[in-house]
């Protein structure tokens, strides 16, 4: 499991074909889910089942919690009551659309807009197509979520992010992170004394609803200041961990095929105004529900490299779709590489990146959306997935209306991904891709307007209208 990660699940599906099997270690038992279908059943038990008894314990390892904090957090985590299943309840106004999300949103792709703006004033830059993709998102995100105070304005602690990332799991499972992940084990430390500052001197009042949701519930449940800044590093992995390599294969395989690149620039095109100032304006609406094919490539590529897995702890013996005895303090996993490799939900083309797989043509199949789990499902569902597909989508929008990116080379290759940490749902690349970014017109003015701001997208299964309410949980 540790060596092939997602395949090892892949290969036990292909030989013994059956829905959900049991792997015994020492002291462990581990319950392994095929079915789609047992997925939802699963998710209906979201207390016998619980996610939020291992998040818990996550909390303790990851952020380094005091003993008070953490027996804060895992006080009732399967009530309502409890710190945990409480927080859905603070950050959902923030994440889904109205003005808290509006606002993020808005910040964010000014952010993104003024920074390719200031790139177009060039005749040509040669940059890393990871590191490029991932400043510019991160500092899209943070600015959209923290404000004018945006701790991530200062290159330090840009840079403690990116040391503290790849030991993550060193963290999150106990291995000495002080002595075999020294370096991540530092960097943390540094950002919990910037965000200690931020909290105190209540910057996070000029941010985001969802940095002042977040600071609420552990004002109400009692929780130090001091330990809110230890909190925020749960906060900002969050925000960040997937979704910056995510945009960067996103923007790997539009600019890499020139098929891709030619669908979107079309549907995307059709949404660009032209005043008589010469300003061209791209409309936020236009881009969420008029570009199916950039929607599409997006929710492909998270299907193609998707290597998260949801994971629950049986409370109690639970007897799943009247058939499997799952015993107390077992764990569930649910891979997510298992239902996006499925030849009967795919087809045969499923090793393929088809970037018109989620169009709804005439005569395709309709896939489940359930077998989607790029964004989890149930309790383990993103609730940032709206501000995180929204920024990455505007992005590859104006890079695509502004820029020519070419590889260096003459030929697109795309990276390995071996030595990507486990901790990452979206993999970080082995290595990196120069390209060249060339603006089309830098003499151009871009705007971008904001219609349809209060309207959700399809990213996953649950935000389907009329979707079985078991799936919601």
């Not at 099997?21 to 319950?31: A, I």
């Not at 095929?34 to 909390?59: G, H, M, P, V, Y």
């Not at 790139?119 to 998102?137: C, D, M, N, P, Y």
Request: hydrophobic fraction near 40%.
């Amino acid at each position: 499991m540790a060596s092939h990660g997602g395949k090892f699940h892949q290969a036990m599906r292909d030989k013994y074909k059956v829905p959900i099997y049991t792997l015994r270690l020492p002291f462990v038992r581990f319950y392994v889910v095929n079915s789609s279908s047992l997925i939802t059943s699963i998710q209906s038990q979201f207390r016998t089942l619980s996610f939020t008894a291992i998040e818990a314990n996550i909390a303790a390892n990851l952020i380094g919690v005091s003993k008070s904090t953490q027996a804060i957090i895992a006080h009732n985590v399967t009530s309502d009551e409890g710190y945990l299943m409480s927080f859905p309840k603070y950050v959902h106004s923030a994440l889904s659309a109205g003005p808290g999300l509006d606002a993020m949103n808005r910040r964010s792709i000014q952010v993104i807009s003024d920074s390719l703006s200031a790139s177009a004033k060039q005749e040509a830059i040669t940059v890393g197509l990871f590191h490029w993709v991932r400043h510019e998102l991160l500092m899209a995100s943070t600015e959209g979520v923290y404000g004018p105070r945006n701790p991530f304005r200062d290159p330090a602690m840009e840079t403690a992010w990116y040391a503290f990332e790849p030991g993550m799991m060193a963290f999150v499972l106990n291995l000495f992170p002080r002595i075999f992940a020294a370096k991540s084990f530092k960097a943390r430390e540094y950002m919990v004394e910037v965000w200690e500052r931020y909290f105190e001197n209540g910057w996070h009042e000029q941010g985001s609803a969802l940095i002042k949701a977040r600071v609420k519930i552990n004002d109400d449940f009692q929780i130090p200041l001091k330990e809110t800044a230890r909190i925020e590093l749960g906060g900002s992995q969050a925000i960040l961990t997937n979704s910056l390599p995510g945009a960067f294969w996103f923007t790997y395989h539009i600019f890499s095929d020139p098929v891709v690149l030619g669908d979107i620039k079309t549907e995307l095109s059709k949404g660009v105004h032209i005043d008589d100032n010469g300003t061209h304006t791209i409309d936020l609406n236009h881009v969420k529900s008029s570009c199916p094919v950039l929607l599409s490539t997006f929710k492909e590529t998270i299907r193609f490299y998707s290597s998260s897995t949801a994971t629950r702890i049986a409370m109690d013996d639970y007897l799943l779709d009247n058939r499997y005895l799952l015993k107390k303090g077992s764990t569930v996993m649910m891979p997510s590489s298992v239902q996006h490799t499925n030849r009967e939900v795919w087809g045969d083309i499923v090793d393929e990146f088809v970037h018109r797989r989620f169009l709804r043509e005439p005569g395709a199949k309709r896939i489940n959306p359930v077998a989607f789990r790029g964004f989890g499902g149930g309790t383990t569902l993103c609730p940032g997935r709206h501000f995180a597909s929204t920024e990455i989508l505007m992005f590859a929008a104006l890079l695509v209306l502004r820029f020519d990116v070419r590889p260096v080379t003459g030929k697109w290759s795309a990276p390995t991904i071996a030595k990507s940490p486990m901790i990452n749902a979206l993999p970080v690349p082995d290595y990196d891709v120069e390209v060249e970014l060339r603006p089309i017109d830098g003499a151009a003015s871009w705007s971008v307007s904001f219609s349809g701001h209060d309207k959700d997208m399809e990213i996953a299964a649950e935000d389907i209208e009329g979707l079985t309410p078991s799936l919601r949980h």
